[in-house]
């Protein structure tokens, strides 16, 4: 099912047009059509929703966790059943390649079958005779209503790093989607009442700035998961710890990948050049940054530019496409605007990809530029798209100052066929998720996505067990009887 003209919101269980007098336009990326219009919440449906999720919650968080795993397990075999669709919805509202919409959903259904195991997950723990006569028990509760803001590059995946965890272990939710990717968040939202999810327990606001300040002033919510970029993942961290929330704020990142001179360039350079442009490079985990290390510069840059001749830029819709377009004309124009920069601030221009012949759509080419150093804007910055920036490096040592002087410590990666060059690599690079070559490294549903530094503000992060652990509150029982 694709979605109706104007993007609903989901409150109390029931789908409801907004009263908003704020109302956006959301295109298809690939070819600039309006596909939906996007009332923006009012803050007395926001307000709403906050407590739809509080009235639904005692009876909710007193459902036995077997039962709350069932409605996981309904909802999964939905998500096999619609796939496609889900995928295609993906593809169409945030503009990537279709393979890649159905590995953003594979990537999704790992976390519910994670949540699935609920039973197991959410166990305490005991331990008998601590002193004479006396046991002392842990046991997890949920927390209460949790409020979920999500960004545009993921519109399937990242809600699910927070929603069936959190639901799993008894909470109640308020997402607010990306207002520039909104259609997921409702068929997400008709899939888990179509799963039997009671009314209240999940809820979907629209909106922006305004939304998300409304869910954090609001004293009914008790924990805030965001994933988006580090300038409002900081202030959302302050505002949400500030009011007593508990808060997991994920980041944005530039991730640098070291390519030895001991590395297979023909093995490696298809990685680094997927991990640069897979999304278009509106990925956290895009590898945004290739160190050539020690005699590899010029072969790594005349490897990584034939690839990038590879890439077939056009709408995700076409199965011969490698790279779909960027988010929005704004996104365009601003990524243009970096490119202009780079180049007058020196950096070499290896591949152009300025001049993109498909004139609908938000569409850029991939762009790499050789030669970037450390005090170019180009490097400093998260710039989100479909650019590559090559630093050489003389040796371990100078591609490790590099990459820990960024102040972004998402991911690195190292290409090496040297277990010790890895080994150095996996103990001092300053960045919570490491890759040995590998392009992109994702940590699986089952662990955490541990960013670092302006990456990551908080201390529980999603997935894994962290996630557990953040979705839920800790009572230390001491027993004796007398
Ligand atoms: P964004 O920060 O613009 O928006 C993210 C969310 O915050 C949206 O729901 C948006 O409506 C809301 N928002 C935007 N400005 C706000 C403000 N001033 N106050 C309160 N809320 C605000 O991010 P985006 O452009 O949608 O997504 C891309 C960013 O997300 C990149 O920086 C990327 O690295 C990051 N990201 C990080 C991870 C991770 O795991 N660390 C994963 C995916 C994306």
Redesign the pocket.
């Given at each position: 099912m694709i979605a109706t003209k104007t993007v609903a919101s989901y409150i109390g269980g029931r789908f409801r047009e907004s009263k908003a007098t704020t109302v956006d336009q959301i295109p298809n990326p690939a070819t600039g059509e309006t596909i939906a219009s996007l009332p923006y919440s009012t803050r007395d449906e926001i307000n709403e929703a906050v407590a739809a999720a509080k009235k639904a919650f005692p009876a909710w968080s007193d459902t036995p966790v077997p039962d709350r795993a069932q409605v996981m397990f309904r909802f999964k075999a939905l998500y096999d059943k619609h796939f496609e669709e889900l995928s295609a919805l993906v593809t169409q509202e945030n503009g990537k390649t279709l393979d890649e919409s159905r590995g953003e959903l594979k990537r999704a259904i790992e976390v519910i079958d994670f949540a699935c195991g609920a039973p197991t997950l959410t166990m305490g723990t005991n331990l008998d005779q601590i002193a004479r006569g006396i046991d002392e028990e842990l046991t997890r509760f949920p927390v209460g209503v949790v409020a979920g803001?999500?960004?545009?590059?993921?519109p399937n995946m990242?809600p699910m790093w927070m929603i069936p965890v959190a639901i799993v272990c008894g909470n109640t939710f308020v997402h607010?989607?990306?207002?520039?990717t909104p259609l997921s968040a409702i068929r997400i939202a008709e899939l888990l009442k179509e799963a039997g999810l009671p009314d209240g327990v999940f809820n979907v606001v629209h909106?922006?700035?305004e939304?998300?300040?409304t869910l954090l002033e609001h004293p009914d919510v008790a924990a805030v998961s965001?994933?988006?970029?580090?300038t409002?993942?900081a202030?959302?961290y302050r505002k949400a710890a500030a009011s007593g929330k508990r808060v997991q704020a994920?980041?944005?990142?530039k991730n640098h990948i070291l390519v030895m001179d001991d590395a297979d360039l023909e093995l490696s350079a298809p990685h680094v050049i997927s991990s640069a442009f897979g999304n278009a490079g509106?990925?956290?985990l895009a590898g945004s940054v290739a160190v050539g290390v020690g005699k590899v510069g010029d072969a790594l840059v005349k490897e990584l530019a034939k690839e990038a001749r590879d890439i077939k830029v056009g709408p995700g819709t076409d199965a011969s496409t490698t790279m779909g377009p960027v988010i929005r004309a704004e996104r365009k124009r601003k990524l243009i605007e970096y490119i202009d920069g780079a180049e007058a601030e020196g950096a070499q221009l290896v591949s152009d990809g300025r001049q993109v012949s498909l004139s609908d759509g938000f569409f850029l080419g991939p762009t790499i530029f050789d030669r970037v150093t450390p005090n170019m804007k180009v490097w400093k910055d998260?710039l989100?798209g479909p650019v590559l920036s090559v630093v050489r490096a003389s040796d371990i040592d100078e591609a490790l100052s590099v990459l820990n002087s960024s102040t972004y410590g998402?991911m690195a990666s190292i290409f090496t066929s040297s277990g010790k060059n890895a080994r150095e690599f996996k103990r001092r690079a300053q960045a919570g998720m490491l890759g040995v070559n590998i392009g992109v490294a994702a940590p699986m549903a089952f662990f955490p996505?541990t960013?670092w530094k302006n990456?990551?503000f908080g201390d529980l992060h999603?997935t894994g067990q962290d996630s557990i652990r953040f979705y839920t509150r800790h009572k230390v029982v001491t027993t004796r009887w007398l």
């Open positions: 803001i999500t960004p545009f590059n993921f990242v607010k989607p990306s207002q520039l909106g922006a700035k939304a998300v300040d965001f994933v988006g970029s580090a409002v993942a202030d959302i994920l980041g944005g990142a509106q990925r956290c998260e989100f998402n996505f960013g990456s990551f999603a």
